[in-house]
DNA sequence: ATGAAAGCGCTAACAG
DNA sequence: CTGTTAGCGCTTTCAT
């Protein structure tokens, strides 16, 4: 292992002139400048992370906390982190929690320890004590999902708005009887996508019936989004379109009405949430609601870099959703 | 912050004397133990990990280089990685090159100053120079995919024998005129699933076509599957049944057999590889090659340990596959 | 069984 | 502009 005094040496300065080059800080003459880099390169020299980091006590790291990756929602999101991370000069570590409070918690020491400057959440419960607390000591940003009443940096898409978009332009396609399938979490996104749903369609003037709503496990699983559609479907006088908080949920429903011998978009319009890349590689190709997952990301880093070199940065910010139709909706028959 | 010197002197011992509690080395008296764990509580100790790392020269960190996360594919092996990192009191850190050889340059870098001890390699090309030099120097275990002709560690699959268990399932469903769609990409999977393809199609006595065989992109894209199923089935002669090498790539042919007017798989087979997620979200739902995922990363990462803590290893596992039938194969007609 | 002390590699205050 | 030096928090001889 080759040292800053080898640099020194090598380059016939001090210690202090090589750090001076490597910081780009101090005050350091174009012909050290030149010996030094000379001498760097020569001996290719890689300064020791933990000799620099114990003397600063600053990791520039971040970390990220996912819930799971095996869904694709998350990857561009920690795309977005990861470059905007690498624009400021942060790594990163991606935590996944995989749901495991006890997996949580020890990641959650890593920032304590100090082995991170400050973390992404993006799955926390809409009112999670820990987190609140945790907020109040170390740099957080919630990205997603979110605690309602705290003022925790956070930036997701306005899920009421999104969903009251959906039923309208259900609405718009002739559709009066309206499904919902939602999820038996506590994320806000869940809870703000039902009260989207039933705002508007109360606004619309249309019963929200409580046999039209479902709700799914709470990690949104395929299985369970096949039981809740299915269970709407079987009712009485069953829904002609469901709206499904998830795209899995959303194929779900479509695999329940196939069981059913519904078609879809014919006898049943089905709309998803997310966009997952696979919404596309589907039979029919799904309606869907397209969070911004890139810029979703690359916005929380930023808030959380700003929040850690300025020591503020609590906003809250929303960015633009987009509902894309495709081919899992239609007008009513006539 | 507080230090080991805090500890120390609220014990009233030395710093050796809670260092050697802190890592169960040395000798210490049951009395100095019990005071020290005391003050240990009573203070909330945390050890630094920068000053400890500096001092003994080693991370018990793993790096996990992965090209995407997108695919779901990556998420078990990640899992079954991290689970028995953990076991061994490792941390990992999930490294997404995103296909950049910058970011993975960056990565490899990480190993080199000493910010992790060894690395599990997901995306290597069969003849990557590069990581033969790297591996070298550092620790490193190739996860499913691999250098041919070198000694680097490895864990997979036997692709040849899975590919050719495919071609014998097909024919003893009746169909001769099998096609393959595989991708252009450099990964020893992708050769050895189309070399058990070619060499279980003669072993049968059916023959080769060129213009059976056609290539996806790098990524496996679903649009370049639609595109390379296009072609197979728009020939003259077209094949009754298509081996695609991963699930993706299948649900592209599906999509391109549909626009055809196909039915699957009434008028197409098609066998995919991976047995991602969505396999069984799709309809028909699809017959495809199981890898063992959890198993796979779990290996992978014992290998790795292994050869960080006894300086060896450097052996080549294979692990079984599974043939998961389902509803998108059939008999050939009458 | 315990403690004193010497660094690990680096940065930054201070003195020149 | 440059060099000397005192730590950052920890582990680990080496004495005792």
Redesign the interface.
């Known amino acids: 292992?080759i040292t800053i005094a080898d640099v020194a040496r090598e380059a016939g300065v001090s210690v202090a002139t090589v750090s001076r080059v490597l910081n780009k800080n101090g005050p350091v003459s174009p012909a050290a400048h030149e010996k030094v880099n000379l001498a760097i390169t020569k001996l290719n020299y890689?300064p020791?992370?933990?000799?620099r980091?114990?003397r600063r006590?600053e990791s520039r790291m971040l970390l990220i906390l996912v819930p799971?990756?095996?869904?694709?929602f998350?990857?561009?999101i920690?795309?977005g982190i990861?470059d905007e991370a690498r624009r400021y000069r942060f790594g990163t570590?991606?935590c996944?929690t995989?749901g495991d409070e006890g997996r949580e918690r020890e990641f959650i020491?890593l920032l304590?320890?100090?082995?991170a400057d400050g973390a992404v959440m993006l799955c926390v419960n809409k009112d999670d004590k820990d987190v609140k607390e945790i907020a109040d000591k170390v740099p957080i940003v919630q990205c997603c999902e979110f605690c309602k009443d705290s003022d925790i940096a956070h930036v997701s898409i306005d899920n009421f708005a999104a969903a009251a978009q959906v039923v309208r332009y259900l609405h718009s396609l002739g559709h009066e009887k309206i499904g919902f399938v939602g999820s038996v979490n506590q994320f806000v996104s869940s809870e703000d996508r039902r009260r989207g749903y039933e705002a508007e369609m109360e606004k619309l003037g249309l019963p929200v019936r409580k046999e039209y709503m479902a709700y799914a496990d709470r990690d949104y699983s395929?299985q369970s989004g096949i039981a809740a559609a299915r269970e709407l479907l079987q009712c009485p006088d069953r829904p002609t379109a469901i709206f499904c908080i998830s795209d899995?949920l959303a194929?779900?429903a479509?695999?329940a009405a196939?069981e059913l011998g519904l078609t879809v978009p014919g006898e049943l319009s089905v709309v998803g949430f997310d966009d997952v890349?696979?919404a596309?590689?589907?039979?029919p190709m799904l309606t869907t609601v397209s969070q911004p997952l890139y810029p979703l990301g690359k916005t929380s880093a930023r808030m959380l870099i700003e929040q850690i070199e300025a020591g503020e940065g609590k906003g809250k910010i929303f960015l633009e959703h987009k509902l894309v139709i495709r081919d899992s909706t239609a007008q009513t028959g006539p």
């Open positions: 292992m890689q020791n992370v933990w000799g980091r114990l006590k799971t990756i095996s869904n694709p998350y990857s561009s920690v795309a990861e570590m991606l996944i995989n020491e304590f320890d100090g082995q395929f899995v194929m779900g479509i695999r196939g890349e696979y596309t590689m589907m039979n």
